[in-house]
């Protein structure tokens, strides 16, 4: 199990990182009070350890020898210093610290935490460099593997969509402004032609005193820029921030096409993400089916048991559902309505898959309160697309639903058997 390390001989500060590590953290993180202490506990957890808060005076360690202990052997770290020292700050940097931070108030040991955070995070983010300038681009990705991003490299536009075209969720590009083949400008254009859907931040690289080039960066589509040459902090700050507002739209993103209580796909995602992977399927002549489910009498759950319990069953259906076909577009298109579209399946082997659930179903036992369990049965339309738009399709499944319902519940109706 990964875990964070933070090294602090006062008591007081100490307890006060110790309490914004526990809010803030859902890691175990090992604290010592000196060189000493820290290095046992570095030599034990090596393997485990992402990042550490490191004070750079100990007292067994007066000159930021432990710092310098651990940044040669290339461990993520944020000093933690009572002095403002800039020749000493730009010579940690430079030595391959991710960030030196002053104990000043209870917000710069908050940030020196949510940069923990960050740097676990960072290993899941995908940035590409584009620069013709190998030395440049070199150096980009040094800074970059200081704080754990996974980085890819470019030489010119060109290579550079090659690389995401192979590599859709790259969420950030750092691009030079003169290059051969496709110059940063076209590069953006491009990007944002392509990759219309995909959320890409953009960061333009331009030289000092070009300040024609930095506008015209954020003309053609780019988030921000960075003036060549650029110090570490800088760099890190708008690469930073660049990613949190992604991430947060990301996250918005998300929160708009989850069903709250079941976490399935909701209605939206699925009218949204449905019609245009029925088109495609349509181009390709891949076969499709769509189809709604619908769980039998459940206001007699919420009657009977109450609406909380109604909640949980509609949980544990949800999770039977996605277990059974996560692997097709899903979502909870109503209260207690599902859909599916059924890609690449024909309409026989759809149907088969179907009853298999409907009959797996009317067997389960969904629990509640304290080990009491009760019953259910479903009922689904199904239809088969031939050139049909995704709203003729929902509108035949609900017919056909509504005909099983009517024939006494717990069936399957579809197009092909009302035809046969
Ligand atoms: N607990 C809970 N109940 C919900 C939710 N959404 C819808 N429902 C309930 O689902 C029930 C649907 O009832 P009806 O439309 O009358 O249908 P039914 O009882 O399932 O009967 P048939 O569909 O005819 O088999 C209602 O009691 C809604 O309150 C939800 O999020 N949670």
Redesign the pocket.
Known sequence: MSKFLIVEDSQVIQKILRHIAKQELDREVLFAASMAEAKALYADHKHELIAGIIDIALPDAPNGELVDFLLEDHFPLIVLTGTDDGERRQSLLKKGAADYVLKESRYSYQYAVQMLSRLEKNSNVKILVVDDSRQIRQFVTYLLKLHRYQVFEAEDGLVALQILDKEPDIHMVLTDYHMPNLNGFELVQQIRQRYEKTPIAVIGLSSQGDSHVSVQFIKNGANDFLPKPFEHEEFFCRVTNNIESLERMLSLKLQATKDY?TGLNNRRYFAEEGDAHLRRCQTEEIPICLAMI??????????GF??????Q??KQFAYYLDDCFGRFITART???EFSILLTGLQPSQARSLLEEFRIMVEELEFEFGDGEYLRLTI?IGMSVASDDSLDSLLQRADQHLYAA?DSG?NMLVSDSIMLS
Do not use: Q
Request: no cysteine; hydrophobic share 35%; glycine share 16%.
């Open positions: 209580l619908d769980i039998d009498l459940f206001k007699r759950v919420n009657d109450g609406h909380l319990v109604g909640d069953v509609l109503g209260g207690e009922s319902k519940r």
